[in-house]
């Protein structure tokens, strides 16, 4: 197979990690046989400072062409002023819309070596498996009006929430079939008792519910959510949410995990690419769920498993290689139960190493596969 992947490495200590990515997609091309060509573009702070913009219609244009996005992560504090005209967020709600990315997939899971890692008791944690289905192209981010002015008395501000009926049901549709492939069960979560998007929502989801009899359904105010991913996570399956409240959650979830450097994300839609054959993949962009870290930037800390493994859902959903996504994913795991840990999961006995070491481990295993 040959697949033409954009690279977008971004800010802080996102070209670190999107580098160590790229050289475990190397890897697998190499033991499977496949070519993957590699295009670099730039988003966000970069962008801004080379182009003044987040997002220059160089980089969208190179990201349609392509089979999937790799994306680092975005910002810093050289871009921070709140009275910019233009940061470097701007360019990731420019791209998710503008490549029609209406679905963020975030995978949770704790894996048994890392237990006691986590910030939570390890019983609460040793369990938890579970996938976060995010909307991403409506709601506060996006809704108009948005504007700050002033006034005889002071400053003012407004940001909207706006839902459609299309928007939450192609969401809600997602969650649902995840729910069927996993274990038959989809927590929606809204803010019903107070906003009107969210009674929309939930009135969607009753309606959609009899279509899948299979999956048992039932609706969390955000709050009581925010709770029990604390108190009791394992119980969660699928959750599926709309924007504002997905953001802050899955960043509440990342501490089931042991820490933001080991959550991968998948942000898809409903274009597709033709690959080999009569295959079909869906079209996504795949990042990390932690931002730019500008602290960590240059200093060889990162952890780069986040986005490796946001380079094995790109394999699995975009370019339909599922045995390649599973060796990625398993060799990461072997790597952790041998020892070897980033400095935001270390612990007494275990082995750090860096970000560059990280990925060499990896690769190297994969590499290492196919002369076996």
Not at 30 to 43: P, S
Not at 133 to 156: A, C, D, I, N
Not at 215 to 242: G, K, W, Y
Not at 264 to 276: C, E, F, H, N, V
Request: proline fraction near 4%; charge should be neutral; hydrophobic fraction near 40%.
């Amino acid at each position: 197979m040959k697949a033409n992947i954009a690279v977008l490495p971004g800010d802080g200590i996102g070209p670190e990690v999107t580098a160590e990515a790229v050289k475990v997609l190397k890897a697998v091309g190499q033991r499977y046989n496949h070519e993957f060509v590699f295009h670099y573009a730039l988003i966000g702070g970069a962008a801004i400072d080379r182009f003044g913009t987040a997002l220059p219609d160089a980089t969208l244009d190179l990201c349609r062409r392509s089979h999937a996005v790799l994306l680092g992560a975005v910002g810093g504090p050289q871009w921070d002023d709140p009275q910019a005209k233009v940061r470097p967020e701007d360019g990731l709600l420019a791209i998710r819309k503008g490549l029609g990315l209406f679905a963020n997939l975030r995978p949770v899971k704790m894996l048994p070596c890392l237990v006691h890692t986590a910030t939570l008791k390890a019983e609460a944690v040793k369990d938890v498996d579970l996938v976060v289905v995010r909307e991403l192209t409506g709601g506060l981010y996006f809704g108009k009006p948005k504007r700050q002015w002033h006034t005889s008395r002071g400053r003012r501000a407004v940001d909207t929430m706006a839902y459609s009926e299309r928007e939450i049901e192609r969401i809600l549709r997602m969650g649902f079939e995840l729910a069927r492939q996993r274990r038959h069960k989809l927590t929606s979560v809204d803010k019903a008792n107070v906003l009107e998007t969210s009674r929309l929502w939930r009135q969607k989801a009753m309606e959609m519910a009899p279509l899948y009899p299979d999956v048992e359904l039932e609706h969390m105010l955000v709050d009581n959510c925010a709770m029990q991913l604390i108190r009791q996570p394992s119980v969660f399956d699928v959750i599926v949410t709309e924007n504002t409240f997905g953001d802050i959650l899955t960043d509440e979830a990342s501490l089931l995990a042991g820490s933001m450097g080991m959550l991968p994300s998948a942000s898809l839609g409903s274009k597709t690419r033709k690959l080999l054959g009569e295959r079909w993949g869906t079209f996504g962009l795949y990042e990390p769920i932690h931002g730019s870290a500008p602290r960590r930037a240059g200093q060889n800390l990162a952890n780069p498993i986040a986005t490796i493994l946001s380079a094995a859902l790109l394999l699995r959903h975009s370019l339909c290689l599922v045995q390649e996504a599973e060796a990625v994913e398993q060799e990461v795991t072997d790597i952790l139960d041998a020892g070897y840990r980033t400095y935001d999961i270390m612990e007494a006995g275990m082995k750090q190493v860096g970000t560059k070491e990280m990925g060499d481990l990896v690769s190297l295993r994969i590499s290492a596969g196919s002369q076996s």
